[in-house]
């Protein structure tokens, strides 16, 4: 904490003409940007930051209020003041999760619930276009960004695309793509729900939360249904984009 606070002090000494909280809040946005502080980590105290960089309260605090306008930190009352969790994902990329996570920067990991075979329920069992007595792949894990658990998604596969699923540990579409299986198109449903208090442990957060839930069938270009998800996302930390 002493070394970031000197940091910020060989910042603020450089000449500018902006007044000190414009520069203090563009020290530490520069800081995030080159991922000094990453998402979920806490900032010093507000008076310790004060002292260290001999600015008043108000200085700090106003700093404070234009990172947290550009919801690059997250303020809150007893707990502190953190770097925002974001997420920008693209709908329309073919590449995965794991790929677009890396691709800006972020550390992608997962925290396994479940993988096995089971017989197919009979919504999943329609959704994959499989007969009522079929067998399918049943994943759940815990997305996690920079170690801080972003969404929790369920996938069922027919077990010929993913015969054995103990084997899969990261990208689903990576281990696909070793096999020759290549999704082709993918439908999205959308629906914002509340967090009841099983998935508010899982992600961390309160129960009620609104969440963003997506319903996601993948085809390869045969029209045959690879996977069949249900993605429960924080709504704090996602962001969408879709192209028409």
């Known amino acids: 904490m002493h070394d970031f606070i000197a940091w910020l002090c060989q910042q603020l000494a450089q000449e500018a003409a902006a007044p000190r909280y414009m520069q203090l809040a563009a020290a530490l946005e520069l800081a995030i940007k080159q991922r000094a502080l990453v998402a979920g980590d806490f900032l010093p105290p507000e008076r310790l930051l004060a002292e260290g960089l001999m600015l008043s309260r108000v200085t700090v605090s106003k700093a404070m209020k234009l990172l947290e306008e550009k919801s690059l930190i997250v303020r809150q009352q007893g707990v502190g003041t953190r770097v925002a969790l974001h997420i920008g994902y693209s709908c329309n990329q073919d590449s995965s ?3 677009q996570m890396l691709r800006n920067g972020s550390s992608v990991s997962n925290q396994w619930l479940l993988r096995t075979h089971m017989a197919a329920p009979a919504h999943v069992a329609k959704a994959l276009a499989l007969d009522s007595s079929a067998r399918v792949v049943k994943l759940r894990r ?8 972003v969404s ?4 069922y596969i027919p077990p010929r695309f ?6 899969l540990e990261h990208s689903l579409h990576a281990l696909w ?3 020759g299986i290549v999704p082709e198109g993918k439908h999205f449903l959308l629906k914002a729900v509340a967090c009841n208090h099983e998935i508010a442990n899982l992600l961390n957060v309160n129960r009620g939360t609104p ?7 993948s085809r390869n270009a045969q029209g045959e ?5 249900e993605t429960l996302c924080r709504s704090d930390v996602y962001e969408f984009e879709v192209n028409s």
């Open 177 to 179: 793509q070793t096999r």
């Open 97 to 99: 999760f794991t790929t």
């Open 152 to 155: 929790l998604e369920t996938t």
């Open 211 to 217: 969440l963003l839930r997506i319903i996601q069938t």
């Open 142 to 149: 815990l997305r996690l960004m920079d170690g801080n658990p």
């Open 225 to 229: 249904v690879l996977a069949f998800s």
């Open 162 to 167: 993913l015969p054995d699923p103990d084997r």
